[in-house]
């Protein structure tokens, strides 16, 4: 019977750990759910580097890889080195032209060198840039999600998401996005499924649209 179980590996967003997906919950008869975490990079690692050394950890065949955010970024380049049954991305961008505005002036002028990443560990300042100004009265709520506050993983993380030099998007993606995700802007986002009042947390706030169309998002 197990054998039959669709495998379902989830990757949290930038500096994110698997406690967001606390809340997702897939039917059990079908599904198993497994959760992968970040790991420091090497030194000069590029993400295609990265993302082949997070494949090692897919430990079935055929699997479904869901990512958010950065994490959705991250799941696109793994999928360029295993066979997937399917891939989904929530709140994240399938090409850099996806991209907002501010982050291509970033990306043109290599202001990002200058974000005061040895500051991260206030936990304050790490969940303004992971999740965006819109939770500054809820700080509280989300410090239990934020955990890779390594500046060495901060400084590359910013640096791969400015970066990332993704021209079409993949074919066989599936995009989730929010319609007033502040992160990456609903309106710079092509032939996406976009979730009503959702934000760039809502596979936190949101999980029970997730818990009700996920599989079927997986299964069609």
Sequence with gaps: MNQDLIHVYFMPGMAANPSIFDNIGLPESQFQMHKLCWFIPLEDESLGEYALRMTKNIKHENVVLLGVSFGGILVQEM???????????????KTKHELPKRMKVLRATKAYKLLPTQLMSNIDLLAKYAFGNTITKRIELYKKYLSVNDKRYLDWAIEQVINWNQEEAMSQVIHVHGEKDAVFPCANVKECIVVKGGTHIMIINKYKWFNENLPQLILS
């Design 79 to 93: 999928s360029k080195h295993i066979k997937l049954r399917k891939l989904i991305v929530v709140s994240s961008v």
